[in-house]
């Protein structure tokens, strides 16, 4: 999870993510309820700040040394084979 929103956090401007816990749940492919543990995990490490409807990055730096090595590497990968990609408007 740590991963997924870092890279939602990639294509946003700003640290908000307007984002359900049901989206996640069928884009990350797990149950709901194990996106709910997963954010209160998250937001108890003071990483995020979840809402309805909501997520706010507070850490990024936390997430991505949660994410452990799964996030930097394909994101490189992605910008050398693509470019950069500009956050909208």
Same mark, same amino acid.
């Given at each position: 999870?740590a991963?997924w929103?870092?890279m939602? &956090?990639?294509?946003?401007?700003g640290?908000? /993510?307007a984002? @359900? &816990?049901?989206?996640?749940?069928?884009?990350?492919?797990?149950?709901?309820p194990?996106v709910t543990? =997963?954010? %209160? #995990? *998250?937001?108890?490490r003071? *990483?995020?700040r =979840?809402t309805?409807? #909501?997520?706010v990055?507070r850490?990024?730096?936390? /997430?991505? %040394?949660? =994410?452990?090595? @799964? +996030?930097s590497?394909? #994101?490189?990968? +992605?910008?050398? *084979?693509?470019? !950069?990609i500009? !956050?909208?408007?």
């Open positions: 999870m991963r929103l870092l939602c &956090h990639d294509r946003v401007r640290d908000r /993510l984002i @359900t &816990h049901e989206f996640m749940s069928v884009m990350l492919g797990v149950r709901r194990g543990v =997963a954010i %209160q #995990e *998250l937001e108890g003071g *990483l995020i =979840a309805r409807g #909501e997520i990055i850490d990024r730096d936390g /997430l991505f %040394q949660l =994410a452990d090595g @799964t +996030y590497e394909p #994101e490189r990968e +992605y910008r050398r *084979l693509l470019g !950069k500009e !956050k909208p408007l």
